[in-house]
């Protein structure tokens, strides 16, 4: 099938043949022509070239071997089931038999060309030897000269059929080149094939018929099918190589008709990386454990001139262009504080005798206590403190340690963990003192404090703080009286109108004084709750530390 419009499939697939040179091959041939004051306008393989001619695709269906019998080698094709299924070479060629005359007869290159030649034309040939003295011979004794040497050349090519074949003749062989012209070649290879010498034959008018020469005195022979094929590719198809200046240096890329400046940056060697922004650095961390990433800004793309003007990366090049390109830059390394995270905003809050307190939370970067305008660093470790331990709730409020203090109805020490919604009992503050006062204080901690311990508020603006309300002791509350069931045991909690989580401690003895887990599990009926929810008759409690 060679055409796959209109037709049905759930899948369609190729088998490609593809022929590779050697970088060092190719390039030889560029300098070699740019050396002679000429540009490579086309460039293709000779069998390629000659089986376009010689073997058009309407025969392709046949198992068909092309011989392109040249001055050095043999090359060959072979057609298959409507494609070219190989291609192969022979280093025997018709030099091989030109070396045989000049043994033979004693003869220059040049003059054994000349009796090879004459061997088509002529039934008797003259030439004279290196000594000087002319000879005239018959074209059978130079045929019979050559009868090894051709059987040796056809006998290689015909096994490299074979081979190309799958391990079997062809069905039937042209031959083309001014090697294959050599009287009795097409024979000896139809016979070392195993073939009709009928299915052996030199192709030269017969596939040259529709090509008119404008010098009327040439013939159309094998010689010329190979040349006019490389002529015609160049026309038919475009598979040749541009050059092109890439940042002063001279680039070589083949053509297909498709290429630019991307294509030529990276033959030339240019990164990738370098032709598209990048951006800056970027700073992944953790806060309280979980892994965050905060993206560098995109820098620049590269600059890219065509000629002289600037344009994009994707703009098609043609032969000759010269483009330039200055690297793309990095963006701005990514920058965060600590007060650009969503939860340095947050604050813990503690009853201290019977009045709220609302602090902020601390935060620990590496261990170490530092301020809101701490950078955080690629690789640091946040941490947002959800507890103040005693003696840093005492410097925050200007007040001394004693040892009477109570959190959670134990008596507690300056380095004891004060969580969400405990309860501090501190006794003997005096008259008009912090004791006396019922509105809730709020603290806010300043950028300038020293990072590493928290400074005493002043005095003036704690009072700012806190603001006093009228005497409450004469308005009679209603209190009643619950029953709760705490880890298994039953408790009674009485003397409030309502109760949360917190409350439970002042009738439920529990250690808060030493962690004995990693974290602190409260539970009301099996749902996990905080210090400040409500709690109400009949409730099942769970308080637990756990690993």
């Not at 043949?17 to 393989?45: D, H, M, R």
């Not at 004060?418 to 912090?434: H, L």
């Not at 204080?441 to 508020?457: L, N, Y």
């Not at 002043?458 to 209190?479: H, W």
């Amino acid at each position: 099938m060679l055409k796959l419009e209109d037709h049905k499939a759930s899948r369609i697939s190729v088998e490609l043949l593809a022929t590779f040179l050697p970088e060092e091959v190719i390039s030889g041939l560029y300098c070699a022509v740019e050396k002679a004051g000429l540009q490579v306008a086309n460039l293709t393989l000779e069998p390629i070239a000659a089986i376009n001619v010689a073997i058009p695709e309407k025969f392709r269906m046949l198992n068909i071997a092309l011989v392109d019998v040249g001055a050095g080698t043999s090359d060959i094709s072979v057609t298959k089931d409507g494609s070219i299924v190989a291609y192969g070479m022979m280093p025997y060629a018709g030099d091989e038999l030109t070396e045989k005359i000049m043994q033979r007869y004693l003869v220059v290159f040049s003059e054994a060309e000349k009796i090879k030649q004459g061997c088509a034309k002529k039934k008797t040939i003259t030439y004279k030897d290196i000594m000087g003295i002319s000879h005239k011979i018959s074209v059978d004794e130079v045929k019979d000269a050559l009868k090894d040497t051709i059987m040796f050349i056809t006998k290689n090519v015909a096994e490299k059929i074979i081979e190309l074949n799958g391990g079997k003749p062809v069905s039937a062989v042209f031959v083309v080149g001014g090697g294959g012209k050599v009287i009795g070649f097409v024979e000896a290879l139809a016979q070392n094939l195993g073939l009709p010498e009928e299915r052996v034959a030199l192709r030269g008018e017969e596939v040259l018929g529709e090509v008119n020469f404008l010098p009327t005195k040439i013939k159309k022979d094998p010689l010329l099918v190979t040349p006019i094929g490389i002529c015609l590719n160049y026309y038919e198809q475009k598979n040749n190589f541009i050059f092109v200046n890439v940042n002063g240096e001279r680039t070589k890329l083949y053509d297909n008709s498709k290429l630019t400046i991307v294509d030529a940056a990276i033959q030339y060697g240019f990164p990738n990386e370098k032709l598209f922004p990048k951006r800056g650095n970027a700073i992944q961390y953790t806060v309280n454990g979980q892994t965050r990433m905060v993206r560098g800004e995109l820098g620049e793309a590269a600059i890219v001139k065509l000629n002289g003007k600037e344009t994009g990366i994707n703009t098609a090049i043609l032969q000759n262009d010269k483009i330039e390109i200055v690297e793309s830059t990095a963006g701005k390394a990514a920058e965060l504080c600590i007060n650009q995270i969503p939860e340095y905003s947050s604050t813990i809050t503690f009853t201290f005798n019977k009045k709220n307190v609302v602090c902020p939370k601390f935060v620990v970067a590496n261990h170490k206590l530092v301020s809101e305008y701490y950078n955080i660093a690629d690789g640091d470790t946040i941490e947002i403190l959800n507890y103040y331990t005693l003696g840093q709730l005492l410097e925050f409020m200007d007040l001394p340690y004693q040892e009477d203090i109570k959190v959670n109805n134990v008596y507690a020490s300056m380095d004891d963990k004060v969580y969400e919604n405990f309860t501090i009992v501190y006794e003997n503050i005096g008259d008009g003192s912090f004791r006396d006062l019922n509105e809730e204080v709020t603290g806010i901690v300043s950028a300038e404090e020293d990072k590493e311990q928290i400074v005493a508020k002043s005095e003036d603006t704690k009072k700012d703080a806190i603001e006093e309300v009228p005497n409450t002791n004469n308005i009679k509350t209603i209190s009643k009286e619950i029953q709760i069931l705490v880890n298994g045991e039953n408790v009674t909690l009485h003397g409030k109108e309502s109760y949360i989580f917190v409350d439970i401690l002042d009738f439920y003895e529990f250690d808060m004084t030493t962690a004995r887990g990693t974290s602190l599990v409260l539970k009301v009926n099996q749902r996990p709750v905080e210090f400040s929810t409500p709690i109400e008759n009949e409730d099942v409690i769970n308080l637990y530390w756990e690993e």
